[in-house]
């Protein structure tokens, strides 16, 4: 019931040895200028109690990276406000691309990955978190991904 990238797609091999880029299981830098936090998004599973999630990255801004990074262990930083960024994972099960979809991160309690809200549009995964998929949908995309087509 999910399925995770373990870096933004902009995150090269070999990137790891600069002095300017991190990658961690939650945040990643590149180059010193671009700032990615993990989140997931939550799709609804339709008729039951269970969330089918992808685990992706969105960009941020400099400024809310640091801020985010600041409260990253503080109890409480579930009240902070909305972070807006770019998704920045591709989800090939999907077209037209996820790359640069918008989306709000909201921070969870310490120890929850942040919850990530895509802009209400007709992208059909925008549209099936909005909506919600059935079991069916999950068992193909589980296909899609554990089986691409090469």
């Not at 990530?116 to 999950?138: F, K, N, S, Y």
Request: proline residues 9%.
């Amino acid at each position: 019931m999910n399925f995770s990238s373990s870096a933004p797609d902009y995150w090269e091999p070999g990137m790891e040895q600069a002095r300017d880029c991190e990658l961690t299981p939650d945040q990643c830098v590149i180059g010193g200028e671009a700032f990615f936090v993990r989140g997931l998004i939550e799709l609804p599973v339709i008729g039951g109690d269970e969330v089918f999630s992808w685990g992706v990255w969105v960009s941020l801004s400099e400024k809310n990276f640091v801020r985010a990074s600041e409260l990253w262990e503080t109890p409480g930083r579930e009240s902070e406000p909305a972070y807006f960024g770019w998704l920045s994972t591709e989800l090939f099960p999907y077209t037209p691309s996820t790359i640069n979809l918008k989306a709000m991160l909201h921070t969870r309690p310490v120890g929850r990955r942040p919850i990530i809200e895509l802009e209400p549009t007709d992208h059909p995964l925008a549209v099936e978190q909005r909506t919600g998929i059935t079991m069916e949908r999950v068992r193909e995309l589980a296909e899609a991904v554990l089986h691409p087509e090469a």
